[in-house]
């Protein structure tokens, strides 16, 4: 399929179809997530989902102009694709659900900055990428190759978008039946109704019988309600880690270098650590029954020196990813050089 063509175009494909695969993972359950998370009703969900989209064309504007006037084509599509992660690592936060009414404000502005960050990311990144493939074809050896090399770019992106919803999708059912209860999507609707007072007696009814047939054998409706929330919106949360998890391989592959990529996974699993280290060891000793991480050591210090530890680790390991990014003086993306 790639002979006679540019070495280039598979990195560029390759990277792309991982950047598409974590971008429609994201819009497959985006304004789900909006609905439930925050309880919209109404079209307040898909206002926000309608701007998100709209930024991805507008800002792809900017990033072709931000590329066309530094020339560096390169750095400003790898700039995109540490920006879209950054969204994404935001998106993909487990915070609290339901959402407590002094922390609404802070974690909506939070998610709409995430949502800034994966679009301005988007539009640093997909205009640029399709430029570099362009110019790998500027060279006569290869210009009449030029619309089987596109045709062959577009049908990785293909790729990428077909298997993402599905992914999204079934890592958000396994979360839920992992907790002991059946997907059903009224129910987080229905709970956030219930939760918020605005339930009407039908639906009442309706919830009460649904709730049975997710495998609920209690009577209090509301804990139900929290928790079944809970549980199916953190599966959102844990998709958008898929799509962490592309962006961190789409920007391996571009670089072509399996050190940067061990360094990236490194460090976004320590920022991982960083922020939910200290509830993650909670859990496992709530699981084994312990009364503190070492039956000695008193949760407070564990809460506190974790996510320090992680965060420090994070940071070391960034440095090590743009130390070795400057060290390394060929890429397998045999374009001009940036400047040129």
Known sequence: MFKNHPKGLLPAALSNMGERFGFYVMMAILLLFLDFKFGFQGSQGSIIYSVFYALIYVLALVGGLIADKTKKYKGTIAVGLVLMAVG????????????????????????????????????????NLQAVVGQLYDDPKYADKRETGFQIFYMFINIGAMFAPLMAVGLRNWWVQSHGFAFNSDLPRLSNQLLSGTITPEATTRFGELAGEVGYAGSDMASFAADYLGIFVTGYHYSFALAIAAMVISLGIFFETLLNLVYLLAAFFCLYIGFFGGKVVQVLCEVNQVSSAMEFLPMWVVNLCVPIFGLLAAKNYLHLFVLNLISKEERILTIPRDGE
Not at 89 to 117: K, Y
């Open 88 to 127: 994404y690592v935001l998106l993909a936060i487990p915070t609290p659900t339901p959402i407590p009414d002094a922390s609404r404000v802070l974690i909506l502005g939070l998610t709409c900055f995430g949502l800034f960050a994966i679009a301005f990311g988007n539009g640093l990144f997909k205009g």
